[in-house]
């Protein structure tokens, strides 16, 4: 037995130096293998790394909103300010304070830190041209929201979002023309001097007018920077110079509407003396709507305003849009529906 034993490890181990002798590569493919899989696994962890580092950047943004002074501004500055933590992005936020002189520097230091997009409510287009273009030189993706750039600049810039100011001037014409039947003699309270929306909105309710071939005429234009107090003023003004040929108001905002309607009380006018108009649907415009005070209105929500804007940056982010190039489409509007007695309830009360 013990023969038969020595003879089959000493045949094993023979077969075992044999087979190593005949097939010398084996051993070093396993350990090639081995260290294949060992570069195909430490890519993979690599790789894996960089998909975690980029999930985790963490984006600088900057808004250069125009000023939280008018009542339409703090809920859209709360809504964009959620949007941008749930997002996770290092958000600095500047108040214009509608001072333009202000907002061109706010753009310089906003420049100066660098960040991954920039996106300007400018207070005036024009005013901010050269502070655009630096942007744009400085390889910083730009997005104007709410007032759109100069057709120049618009270079300059990487998408547009929030209301067609133009397209709301448009819908407050026909407003107007509807309730006065086609004729009449009306004054326009516009916003802040140089600001894209307290000129297109006039002047889309002008080019509405004229469209309609209506016999509407617009005795005067006067701005009242998006003031109630301000309007209020503006339209005892015109109350002294037009006196009882006035017919009806169109205020390019729903605070300059219900601004003129203190001084038409003060002047003796009860409510549905004049025909009044204004845009935005605030909680004061839908309430004097409900109560007869102002004929109508174009919504414009702050709320949908702002989470239209950060819907626009995450898309920018996303697909990697740097100037020069844009976005399709460069204009993302919002959606602007009219709102009279008769819809006014499914709005009521309002966000602003």
């Not at 234009?221 to 003023?233: N, S």
């Not at 460069?330 to 007695?341: E, V």
């Amino acid at each position: 037995m013990k023969r038969i034993k020595i003879s089959t490890i000493v045949l094993v181990t023979f077969a075992i130096i044999a087979t190593l002798v005949i097939l010398p590569g084996c051993k070093t493919a396993v350990t090639t293998t081995t260290a294949a899989a060992a570069t195909t696994t430490t890519a993979a962890a690599e790789t894996t790394a960089a998909e975690t580092t980029k999930a985790a950047k963490t984006y600088k943004i900057v808004n250069l909103w125009l000023g939280m002074a008018a009542p339409y501004c703090p809920p859209y500055k709360a809504t964009f300010e959620a949007g941008a933590k749930e997002n996770g992005w290092d958000l600095t936020f500047f108040d214009g304070k509608f001072d333009a002189a202000l907002q061109a520097n706010q753009m310089d230091e906003a420049i100066a830190m660098k960040p991954d997009l920039i996106i300007l409510c400018a207070l005036d287009a024009s005013g901010m041209a050269a502070g655009m273009k630096k942007a744009f030189d400085a390889g910083i993706p730009l997005i104007v929201d709410h007032t759109l750039a100069n057709k120049e600049d618009q270079q300059y810039t990487i998408a547009y979002t929030g209301p067609d100011n133009y397209t709301e001037g448009l819908l407050g014409g026909e407003l107007m023309n509807e309730a006065l039947g086609g004729k009449g003699k009306v004054v326009i309270i516009t916003g802040a001097t140089g600001q894209e929306a307290a000129i297109n909105r006039p002047k889309g309710f002008r080019d509405k007018l004229k469209e309609l071939n209506s016999q509407i005429e617009v005795l005067a234009e006067q701005t009242a920077e998006w003031d109630k107090a301000k309007a209020t003023k503006v339209m005892a003004d015109f109350i002294t110079r037009y006196g009882k040929e006035l017919n009806g108001v169109y205020g390019a905002d729903d605070t300059l509407a219900v601004g003129a309607f203190i001084a038409l009380q003060e002047a003796g006018y009860k409510k549905g003396d004049l025909i009044l108009v204004g845009v935005g649907g605030s909680k004061e415009g839908l309430a004097a709507i409900k109560d007869g005070t102002i004929y109508g209105t174009v919504l414009q929500s702050p709320v949908a305003g702002a989470k239209a804007a950060i819907e626009t940056i995450k898309k920018a982010l996303e697909q990697g849009i740097k100037p020069p190039k844009q976005m399709d489409p460069y204009l993302r509007f919002m959606p602007l529906p009219k709102i009279t007695a008769a819809n006014v309830d499914q709005y009521l009360p309002g966000e602003w």
